[in-house]
């Protein structure tokens, strides 16, 4: 199994970006994908998930500000992130089963006030 994030990059506060996940090794189209972030010096934590029917569902900080989607027929999830604030920098991984589950590496993003 293969996880993949990519997209991130160095943005304004306010501005938006998309992340996409690569995927291989698994049957894509029956797993339930999770978004995480983690903050310099904190804890990963929880950003999104989407179910494998493509239900989204989002912590208290993404609400309204992300929108996490998927791409069945390329085995590939998303997050789009729009009205980035500072506090978003990190570097967020995508997911497949959990925290004891499959990480692929992250992609850094960095968002500047």
């Known amino acids: 199994v293969q996880l993949q994030a990519s997209g991130g990059g160095l943005v304004q506060a ?4 998309r992340l996409s996940c690569t995927t291989s090794g698994i049957i894509f189209s029956t797993n ?6 983690q903050a310099p010096g904190k ?9 494998s029917g493509g239900h989204g569902t989002y912590v208290d900080f993404a609400k ?4 996490v989607s998927r791409d069945n027929a390329k ?3 998303y997050l789009q992130m729009n009205s ?3 506090e978003d920098t990190a570097v967020y991984y995508c997911n497949l ?4 589950g499959y990480w692929g590496q992250g992609t850094l993003v960095t968002v500047s006030s």
């Not at 306010?14 to 970006?17: Q, R, Y």
């Not at 309204?64 to 929108?67: K, P």
């Open 32 to 37: 339930r994908m999770t978004w995480y972030r």
């Open 43 to 51: 804890q990963r934590e929880l950003v999104a998930t989407i179910s």
């Open 97 to 100: 089963g959990g925290p004891s």
């Open 64 to 67: 309204g500000r992300f929108i």
């Open 75 to 77: 085995n590939m999830v």
């Open 84 to 86: 980035l604030k500072s």
């Open 14 to 17: 306010g501005g938006s970006l």
